[in-house]
């Protein structure tokens, strides 16, 4: 019984108003891009939070709002890719945006 209730404890804690985003940043030939700078912006406050892909091009953003509409943008050496938009309506808890750098 011991067991069991850890994991409850750790299932009632997932905040269902509370998501995160993250994806790969790559570049026009489709490999992953280190080091580029994500930008997430808050449509609501203006606030950008900014995220250095890592080695394998991932970068992720925790603690993100359910009622509040993104946006993210990836820039690396010159190169930027489009703006993307995680909306207030999408009620996935992880959302998969990946950013395709152009020339």
Sequence with gaps: MGG?????????????NIRSVEGVVTDPAGKPVAGAVVYLKNTKTLQVRTFNSKEDGTYIFHGLSTTIEYELKAESKGAASDLRKLSEFDSRQKAIIDLKLKK
């Design 4 to 16: 069991a209730i850890p994991a409850l404890a750790q299932k009632s804690s997932k905040d269902p």
